[in-house]
């Protein structure tokens, strides 16, 4: 006889406990259909922030569904099955965890949408923006949620925080011998959002390492950049704290210098070619006039009498550039060949012994 009760009280919980997780997944499937409608009635609007309020709500409000079914399963184990004895404030606490969790996620997911978000539109009204400010802002708020949260966390279970905290500032010592590189690249990467001496999408080079390509991600430990053999390259951060970077992309202006040299025997064409290559220059549509442009005879060497060319092109972008330069080199190839004149080249005299 006590079996069979058994048996049914055991049967009675099975079925209470399975109804329990049936009813979390009904709910659970309730609110997605209703944030998905939510979602779509504000796609519908003009403003993008209720856009970013409903993408983050949703996956903190499906995790709130199941932490608080969990607590109910737990409370009802503990309530209706003699056998088992759950703390009441350990259900308490998990009850506590999962609603710092839940808040935790919901700012870590709000500032990642506000950041993705405010980029689009800045980049939809073609305002220029940094966005490796934006990305460390973000990292900032959800490195701070995380401390924090971890932080109420333990005070939750009981731990003192401010053990903790002296704890971490004596082990913080040992930490920092053990870890000292890494932290080294943190401060290069806190350096490089604060100094901003490139950013992302920048094509960038350094004359003291084999270093050039295009910037595309700024990490807290690591930076990585695309070459132009299209691999990946990844470099601490404490790297950039101790080289010399250049920045193309601001450069203003794109130069021309070309050193051109003509025969021994077109000495009495020079001035004119270097005249006429001059006034080219000079009504060219393509070239920054407000820049200084210089045209003049520079050398006499071992085969060739040389003139240079030193201007710049209108235009920092890199096809356009070539565009241009192959231009002007292609009209002082003509002038040159109108004048009579033709370029030099290296020759060598052999004699017969």
Not at 293 to 302: A, E, K, P, Q, R
Request: proline share 2%; aromatic share 12%; with cysteine.
């Amino acid at each position: 006889m006590q079996n069979i009760f058994y048996n049914l009280s055991f049967d009675h919980w099975v079925i209470k406990f399975l109804s329990i997780i049936f009813l979390i997944v009904v709910i659970n499937l309730f609110t997605r259909v209703i944030l998905s409608y939510l979602k779509k009635q504000s796609s519908k609007t003009y403003n993008m922030w209720d856009d970013c309020v409903i993408d983050s709500i949703y996956k903190p409000f499906t995790f709130l569904v199941w932490i608080m079914g969990i607590i109910y399963a737990l409370e009802f184990l503990n309530n209706d099955i003699e056998f088992i004895t759950i703390s009441t404030d350990l259900i308490s606490n998990v009850k506590r965890t999962g609603i710092i969790i839940v808040i935790a996620l919901f700012l870590i997911s709000i500032s990642k949408n506000f950041q993705i978000a405010v980029i689009h539109k800045n980049k939809q009204n073609n305002i220029d923006i940094d966005e490796s400010t934006y990305e460390a802002i973000t990292k900032i708020i959800r490195l701070s949620v995380i401390i924090i949260s971890g932080l109420i966390i333990l005070q939750t279970f009981g731990f003192s925080v401010s053990g903790v905290l002296a704890f971490g500032g004596i082990g913080g010592v040992a930490v920092g011998f053990a870890a000292k590189d890494m932290l080294a690249n943190f401060f290069g990467g806190l350096m490089i959002y604060l100094d901003r001496p490139f950013r992302k999408g920048d094509w960038i080079r350094s004359p003291d390492r084999e270093l050039e390509g295009t910037v595309e991600n700024i990490g807290w430990r690591q930076t990585s950049i695309r070459n132009f053999k299209k691999n990946i390259i990844y470099i601490p951060n404490s790297i950039f704290m101790n080289i010399i970077v250049e920045n193309p992309s601001r450069m203003t202006h794109r130069r021309i210098r070309e050193i051109i040299g003509l025969r021994y025997k077109d000495m009495s064409k020079m001035e004119k070619i270097v005249n006429e290559v001059k006034e080219m220059i000079t009504n060219h549509d393509q070239i920054d006039h407000k820049q200084i442009t210089i045209v003049n005879f520079d050398s006499y060497n071992d085969s060739s009498i040389d003139f240079f060319v030193n201007t710049f092109a209108n235009t920092t972008e890199w096809v356009k550039y070539h565009e241009i330069k192959q231009d002007v080199l292609m009209k002082v190839g003509e002038i040159i060949e109108k004048n009579g004149a033709e370029i030099a080249f290296p020759t060598r005299v052999h004699i017969a012994e």
